[in-house]
């Protein structure tokens, strides 16, 4: 019975739910038990007891009356540990809940416990981890990807139907892709930020990691929406509606003539290459666009992303709450707790932000690269008007071995390559399981085929254009062989 539990999508399990074919203290079980046992350090705090043994009579007329959820330990919870995977954050509680997170909860949804991820979501194989390194299910000797990469490792090892994720400059949908799942990252505010341990406030967006685009959109149907403590927040103009398109006629996608393919593994050329003749097939058509700017896209988010960084966790200084290393003095003080609190990654990202934003930098770094963001934004808008869509690789390897990027930044920032222009731009973009790889990246790879890893396709929209997103994800989805995850194996 687990493991017919197990199989269940959020959005079949919440239909269950609904019916009474199953009951939600059982389902929350069936999940909690194998949390409790898992090795591949997707958690960092999981519920101990059963919140809805006792559930109020009327809990099942919640919209997903009791679906067990997984959180990203980047959102606040009232009362429970949440420290962004960092030693400067170790036994903090906090005294408030994410909005985003109260929001799901309201809706019914059940948390089973706080994930892993890269400390303060820098990184993008969540090997940055203050607590512990998380290994990838589809290959324990390989990266979930970063820095949801806790959050993605659950849901791919069936120890959570879904779970929250953040993506800063792609840390929802890298993981996604590297653990053959569905990751959205949602138009920049349209799901409030209070609550999430800030990163990069221009630039942080959460959103789900689910099996499927159908839990995709019941996701950010119950996070979405405008929030009075987040001047940032805008909410969706229109309600979310789960995904029915069958086929994809009349929409033009766009693929990007300006992607430089040197540095994309062959087998995920092939698998990009393989889904844009399926879009086709489905009745899109492909055009080719320019954007001219994105190659520039890494270089100014990492000089944004650290300046902003290092404005946000300023605070952190051993005074009001976290870590405290004492030391002869006030400048002492906060010097010690932030070489025992910060790690290398953070302190890394820090510097380079303190810099930029240093006298006599400002306008030659920071400046400039917020000029490009500019440009990068104005390069999409003139693709949306030739295409409706535009489509990548959503990383350009499979998952790689652990410990081999650490002590390369710069190939591990290349990660980000896809995915950075459309978190500058601020719009919404989904990646969707598209194929399989060999181990290397070298040919693409079947079901069933030795040490086959997933491949995902990032299909980015206009802003607020989420419900259009998720119906075109959804119709890709239905065309495309079903990748057995490792749960089901």
């Known amino acids: 019975m687990s493991a017919d539990l197990i199989a269940l999508s959020a959005a079949q399990a919440a239909v269950a739910l609904h019916a009474g074919e199953i009951d939600a203290a059982e389902l929350f079980s069936a999940y909690a038990d194998r949390v409790a046992g898992e090795q591949i350090g997707a958690y960092l705090w999981r519920e101990e007891g059963n919140p809805l043994v006792e559930r109020p009579a009327d809990f099942r007329s919640t919209p997903l009356a009791g679906v067990p959820i997984a959180v990203k330990d ?35 949804a059940s948390v089973l416990g706080k994930t892993n991820m890269d400390e303060f979501a820098m990184g993008s194989s969540n090997e940055n981890s203050g607590y512990k390194t998380v290994k990838n299910p589809w290959d324990e000797t390989r990266v979930p990807g970063g820095s949801s990469g806790g959050s993605a490792a659950a849901v791919a090892a069936g120890l ?20 053959g799942l569905v990751g959205l990252k949602p138009t920049y505010g349209s799901v409030s930020r209070y609550g999430m341990i800030a990163f990069a406030s221009s630039l942080d967006q959460a959103g789900p990691i689910t099996r499927d685009v159908t839990d995709a959109a019941l996701m950010l149907k119950y996070m979405q929406g405008k929030d009075e403590r987040d001047s940032t ?26 992607i430089d393919w040197s540095g994309v593994q062959p087998g995920v050329k092939a698998v990009f290459d393989a889904a844009v003749e399926r879009l086709t097939a489905l009745g899109a058509e492909v055009v080719e666009i320019t954007l001219p700017h994105a190659e520039h896209g890494l270089s100014a988010y990492y000089l944004i992303a650290p300046a902003e960084a290092s404005a946000n966790l300023a605070r952190f200084d051993g005074v009001r709450f976290g870590l405290r290393s004492e030391g002869e003095g006030l400048t002492a003080m906060y010097e010690n707790t932030r070489h025992d609190g910060f790690g290398a990654e953070v302190k890394r990202r820090i510097m380079l932000g303190t810099y930029a934003l240093s006298s006599g930098y400002y306008d030659a770094y920071y400046g400039r690269a917020q000029l490009v963001r500019t440009k990068i934004a104005d390069d999409f808008r003139a693709a949306f008007n030739k295409c ?38 601020g719009i919404p973009a989904i990646s969707v399981p598209a194929g399989l790889a060999t181990p290397d990246g070298a040919a693409q790879a079947a079901p ?31 065309a495309t062989e079903h990748m057995p995850a490792p749960w089901e194996r």
């Open 160 to 179: 959570a139907p879904w779970a929250t994720g953040t993506d800063t400059g792609g840390s929802i949908r890298q993981p996604a892709s590297l653990c």
């Open 74 to 108: 980047l959102f606040c919870m009232e009362g429970v540990p949440s420290t962004a995977a960092s030693k400067i954050l170790e036994g903090y509680l906090p005294p408030y809940t994410a909005t985003s997170i109260a929001r799901l909860q309201a809706a019914g």
């Open 388 to 425: 409706d869509f535009v489509v990548t690789p959503t990383s350009p390897t499979v998952a790689f071995k652990v410990g081999e990027r650490v002590e390369d930044p710069l190939a591990m920032y290349l990660s980000d390559l896809f995915t950075v222009p459309m978190s500058l731009a």
């Open 233 to 258: 927040s805008t909410g969706l103009p229109d309600e979310v509606e789960l995904p029915s398109a069958t086929d994809l006629n009349g929409k033009r996608f766009g693929v990007p003539s300006t």
């Open 448 to 478: 069933g085929d030795d040490g086959a890893l997933p491949v995902g396709l990032q299909i980015a929209g206009p802003a607020h254009s989420e419900n259009a997103l998720l119906d075109a994800a959804f119709a890709f989805e239905r």
